[in-house]
């Protein structure tokens, strides 16, 4: 560009994001850009899919071309929200100017000036090390952090020791999904540091419409999934129950013909848990629970051997589904009963699942994902419950179970369940029934697209 030309857009990234990067921003991302140029600090909180990469990825290449000699920090909590997703939209901007693709190289990890590598940059760095922002200082530097709630304090606090120059600049954007910690304090006790900014998906026009309101159906419009992914607020102090009271159908429901039927096992880990065993008929009606106080795996295996002959009695032409959970215990009985229904010829296969595994969505049409596959199996139980697809037991303990299991937005957006231990610190018990429950209704399958297991 001329030099006249970066003397007017050295103040002006929104003329610089139209004229040089052919794009028009939202009115929101207008009024953050505009502070940014402004202002030494400015912090954003908002709702999924507003247009925050793109409000950064721009704001890099407005501060990269106008300044001499600039250094750009960049970080992330994930590599994934770092380079598949930020770095991946400063390299599509990149490609709607001429200018920019002949002056700049684009690497998987930096952005340079040709001839001025190290001089003339943006960096990438995943914020999961403590120097992540350290030992970089230049007359014109612009630190970005990305989904900043879940950056550790300690990436931050090289921060402000940076913003010494003139032409410095901090910008903040993020999920507010946690209420502590550095993000959380610039909205709150520090706020008067910054520029802040607070962007509601449901009032921005580049949010779907459809996507608000299945939030709303789905957790409601008072949940955290709705302050963190719509509204752009902060969760609340206490964190909400995963499935609520008014979710829970135990009224009991008919089956005229049994076309399947699937054995949830969960063993227990400790002495004062239980084994169970959920037995659930087409994935429509957990028709009961059977629970044993101890976790001797051969003992166990017998009890669930019992259970197949009986059901094998009654429903000769179904083969039985039993889902085992194989962390822990589990494997030894998952084992076990492997052996004793080829040796015995009973109709029934062996499941091996797995608490701990990976994450994502229930169905493609789902609005969230969660963290690990433990959120999976009870995001499928809780969108059965919550379109009357299923009845359970009026068992007091199991609906107890159910109800009384937390759940976080992790920073870059997936739901994560409360741990077991954390539930019994509470004075809640490990949640067997509740898992077994829901390793009745789970079916792995593998599909083209998706690497996690989904559900029928």
């Not at 200018?99 to 998987?108: A, M, V």
């Not at 998906?201 to 419009?221: A, L, P, W």
């Amino acid at each position: 560009m001329k030099s006249k030309a970066i003397a007017f857009y050295i103040d002006h990234p929104i003329e610089f994001a139209q004229d040089i990067l052919k794009v028009e921003p939202t009115k929101e991302q207008k009024v953050v850009m505009q502070d940014v140029a402004e202002s030494q600090m400015v912090s954003v909180k908002s709702g999924h899919g507003v247009g925050k990469s793109a409000l950064e990825s721009w704001i890099i290449w407005w501060y990269i071309s106008t300044r001499p000699y600039p250094k750009i920090l960049c970080t992330a909590p994930t590599k994934h929200q770092l380079h598949d997703i930020l770095w991946a939209e400063v390299s599509k901007w990149k490609r709607n100017n001429k200018s920019l693709d002949n002056d700049f190289e684009w690497t998987s990890e930096k952005i340079y000036l040709k001839g001025s590598q190290e001089e003339w940059f943006a960096i990438a760095r995943t914020s999961n090390k403590p120097d992540a922002l350290q030992g970089t200082h230049a007359e014109h530097l612009l630190i970005i952090i990305d989904e900043a709630s879940g950056v550790p304090d300690i990436v931050f606090e090289p921060v402000l020791g940076s913003m010494s120059t003139k032409d410095a600049k901090l910008l903040m954007c993020g999920n507010p999904t946690q209420i502590v910690g550095f993000f959380y304090e610039s909205h709150t006790s520090k706020r008067s540091l910054y520029k802040t900014h607070t962007i509601d998906g449901s009032k921005c026009e580049r949010v779907d419409k459809n996507y608000v309101q299945m939030i709303i159906d789905m957790f409601g419009i008072d949940s955290d999934v709705y302050r963190v992914r719509v509204a752009g607020e902060f969760p609340k102090a206490n964190p909400d129950s995963f499935i609520t009271l008014e979710m829970v159908n135990t009224e009991e429901k008919e089956i005229k013909e049994v076309y399947t039927i699937d054995l949830g096992v969960d063993v227990a880990r400790f002495g004062d848990d239980e084994s169970v065993v959920a037995i659930t008929l087409n994935k429509e009606k957990t028709d009961r629970l059977e629970t044993f106080k101890h976790n001797d795996t051969m003992r166990l295996t017998g009890q669930i051997v019992n259970i197949i002959k009986e059901l094998n009695n009654d429903y000769p032409d179904i083969t039985i589904k039993v889902k085992i959970d194989c962390d822990g215990l589990g494997v030894g009985v998952y084992d076990r009963l492997t052996e004793v229904i080829s040796e015995k010829g009973l109709n029934a296969q062996t499941v091996e699942c797995h608490f701990g595994g990976k994450g994502g969505k229930v169905s493609y049409d789902e609005p969230v994902e969660y963290y690990n596959s433990t959120g999976l199996m009870w995001g499928n139980l809780r969108t059965k419950l919550l379109n009357k697809e299923l009845s359970i037991p009026n068992d007091d303990e199991l609906i107890n179970q159910l109800t009384n299991r937390k759940y976080f937005i992790e920073s870059d957006g997936p739901i994560r369940l409360e741990k077991k231990e954390d539930m019994k610190k509470r004075g809640v018990h490990s949640p067997d029934r509740a898992d077994a429950l829901v390793l009745s209704l789970y079916e792995p399958r593998r599909t083209m697209t998706m690497e996690n297991d989904s559900f029928l």
